[in-house]
């Protein structure tokens, strides 16, 4: 190699040890402010044990999730004893098994009025039942890369709007995820427009964003009633400019003592903006209550609450991998698996099939398991790890397995054909762990291998079972891998994610 490239090469790997080195150090050097919390004995407890009673009993009372892949939810911001079985609701809604990559939390400012938007990165959030870490590396990035944030101390000193939203998120959290705070200033939609753009590269189903709101402010109960469902229609509506015109109405109306029909409306201006021109993004109203609806609440002025969630009508996600197929993938490969069984158990045949015709997500090499079930029982459950063809030839190879491979059972006959229910499970990459605390039951499948003799089972065994871990891996070290009940103990163990679908849930 010329020597002067030798000498170039050599600066270059200096600098950018140099640059890692000053970056580390930055954030060693990062003075840590952590923002108090000052809605805590005003709008909810300031007990931690108190407080986990209080959201107990929230949770109990509130809507259970109702739908899948929830990419954001509309939450309000009051006092718990008035709107916080509306934001249980909401907090219902979101995966939680998932483990998100970003969380964002957007709430507007009651308190200052500036341009743009403010986030927090100076510390942590602080409630009474502990730390709610921020994400510090993405919220410099986003600082420093958009005009339209900021940091802006005034912002978040004595706002509540995003602090009332943490200890419901603490409550339900199952991993130590990383915030975002984001607290709105501005009062121009064109900003919030900006604000939403800067969002739009993490807006996917490896984010969530919490968006705090109440909706109208002190009209009697019956107009509360009338002017939020047209809100929460607007909205729904998922277009900025019919929320624009309903606002301007309700303000038209009359409607006496109507301060405001949407206190967060930059907020939730900001979502819109982000789901615009989506058609996939479907919003739904979950629950709806006002101040008049609770124990001591005042019918003859009211605050109204609404959870709305968002969620993507086609895509299950694996959550760690981020792989997913839409309902018309699944809906292909759930006909690929029958079709196949229906002509290779009938006529001895394979079915062609036009690669043209499919998608690219179903061409890629991926494993998969076919299970078949009959009248609720298991009826055969073949699949392939290691694979050198696409997705939808090892479906189609696997549901033949399944029907007349799997010598557990006898082979699936034309008469019971009508009669099978057919699941497909499409794995994501197998993951070697030096530890069983790695493993979450419900949602990763393990793999065994000791020498020659291996075993699996698939995540969703351990909810049809109710087993514990231990026995998970004991079933599966016994019964699948024949190396006996602990075998798995000094054998290698994999986890894995699969993507799982049925004939039931596409009808």
Known sequence: MNKKIKIFLINILILSFLTNCNSQEKDMQREIINREAVAAGRFYQSDAKKLKRVLSDLFKKAVPKKYKNVLAVISPHAGYPYSGEVAASAFNQIDWEKNYENIFIIA?????????????????????????????????????????FTFNSRAHANEHSLEVQLPFLQYKLKKDNLIVPIVIG???????????????????????????????????????????????????????????????????????????????????????YLTKNNDEMVYSQIQYMNSGDATFGDKSSVVGYYAISVHDKNITESSESGYYLNKTEKISLLKIARNTIEKYISEGKIPEIDPGELTDKLKEQCGAFVTLHKNK????????????????????????????????????????????????????????????????????GIYIKKGFSSGTFLPQVATETGWTKEEFLGHCARDKARIGWNGWKDAEVFVYEALVFGEEEME
């Open 108 to 148: 507007s400012s009651h308190q200052v009025s500036f341009s743009g938007a403010s986030i927090y990165n100076k510390g942590n959030y602080l409630t009474p039942m502990g730390e709610v870490k921020v994400d510090f590396s993405l919220a410099d990035k986003l600082i420093n890369e958009n005009d339209i």
């Open 377 to 444: 029982r298991l009826r055969g459950c073949i699949g392939r790890f290691v694979v050198s063809e696409p997705l939808y030839k090892i479906v189609q190879q696997m549901a033949i397995e399944a029907s007349v491979s799997d010598n557990r059972f006898p082979k699936v006959t034309t008469d019971e054909i009508n009669e099978l229910e057919i699941e497909i499970s499409v794995l994501t990459p197998m993951k070697k762990i030096d530890s069983i605390d790695e493993i979450e039951l419900g949602k990763h």
């Open 186 to 272: 501005t009062q121009d939609p064109a900003e919030c427009k900006k604000i939403a753009e800067a969002l739009k590269p993490y807006f996917n189903n490896r984010s969530l964003f919490i968006i705090s709101s109440d909706f109208s402010h002190y009209p009697k109960y019956e107009d509360a009633v009338s002017v939020d469902k047209r809100t929460a229609d607007a909205i729904c509506s998922n277009s900025v400019k019919e929320l624009h015109n309903i606002l301007r109405d309700n303000n038209k109306m009359g409607i006496r003592d109507l301060a405001t029909s949407l206190c967060g409306w930059s907020s939730v201006y900001t979502l819109l």
